[in-house]
Structure formats: C-alpha cells, structure tokens
C-alpha cells in the first residue's frame, strides 16, 4: 500500500461516514440478533443467541457513545436504511413456504457471524486511531475486539452445527463419517 495520508480537513468527514456506516450496520445487526433468538428460543442455540443479542445492543450503545466522544453524530435517514435493509433480509425465500426450514439458521447465522466481524474490524481501526487521539481509549476497544472475537467463535460453532443438522446425513457429516471425511470415490 502507498503511502497516503488523508488531509486533516477531511479525516473527521471520512470517520463520520466509516462510523455511520458501521452503526447502521449495528442497528440492522442487533434487529437480527433478536430474531435470531426468538426464533431459536427453548434450544442451546436459543441460549447463546439471546446472550449475544444482549451484548449486540451494548456494542451498538458503545458504539453511539464512541462517536459521540469523537464528534461524529449518528444520521437518522442511514439508521432507516439499516432497518429497511434488515427487514428485507428477513423475506429471503428459504425452499419453504409456510414454516422455517433448516437451512433458515444456516444462512441466518452466517449473516450474523459475517455482522460480527465487521464489528471486530470497526473496533481494530478505532484503536489504531486510539494511538493519536486521547478521545478514545485503547485499552477499552482492545477489550471490545476481544470480545467480538469470543462472539464470532461462538457463532461459528453454532453454524458449523446448523450445517450439519441441515444439510448432514446424520451421520456426522455431509458426506457421512464426519468433518474430516474422504468424499466418495468414482467408481
């Protein structure tokens, strides 16, 4: 990469629209965090996601404060966007058409994971920025990169069972014989 620096009169533009655009990403992601446990609630899977969703709606509150902190102020007609995007998202056909299929929690846990590690990369940056700007605390955002690591871990393993209870054979793995199966030979 080349060396370039962003003039001083534009940095605090390009951080409002790099925050605003991480916290509609929040806003969206916290909505489906809580459908996410509703529709998992009475199960293990429930559980965890009912405790990540607690914990997604804390990061989108720190995040607010953090901008705050940093002069940027959230934009009400991106927040609108995040939830308009969300909700379509919730449409997405799923090969059934009354009830939620299997693959429903495959695809949901994903977005959801993908949605986590977004949020660990927002938080990286801004403790890189920490190292210049006294408005923010290091050491706090390296707890809050640590802890959207744990989430993402915790949401792997929930979809790597999700996949297997969709798509498995109940034997342990797609193929059967479990993850680290030879697939069939030609024969």
């Given amino acids: 990469m080349t060396e370039h620096r962003t003039p001083p009169e534009d940095r605090q533009r390009l951080l409002a629209v790099y925050l605003n655009d991480h916290y ?21 899977a429930g559980t ?7 914990e997604v709606a804390e990061d989108r509150r720190t995040l607010l404060a ?7 102020e959230p934009e009400r007609g991106l927040q609108a966007v995040g939830r308009v995007v969300e909700a379509a998202g919730a449409l997405k056909g ?12 495959v695809v949901e846990l994903e977005l959801l994971h993908l949605g986590v590690l977004g949020k660990a990369a927002v938080w990286r940056a801004l403790r890189e920025l920490a190292l210049d700007d ?18 993402a871990a915790e949401l792997e393993h929930l979809r790597r069972s999700a996949v297997v209870e969709a798509l498995g054979t109940g034997r342990g793995g797609v193929h059967g014989g479990g993850p680290t199966a030879v697939p069939p030979q030609a024969g």
């Fill in 48 to 54: 965890v996601l009912a405790r990540l969703s607690e």
């Fill in 24 to 44: 509609a990403g929040a806003t969206a992601g916290r909505a489906r965090f809580a459908r996410a446990a509703r529709s998992h609630r009475g199960t293990d």
């Fill in 134 to 151: 006294e408005r923010l605390d290091a050491d706090a955002l390296q707890e809050l990169v640590q802890r959207a690591e744990r989430q």
């Fill in 66 to 72: 953090t901008m705050r902190a940093v002069d940027v």
């Fill in 94 to 105: 799923n090969g059934r058409l009354v009830r939620r299929s299997p693959l429903s929690s």
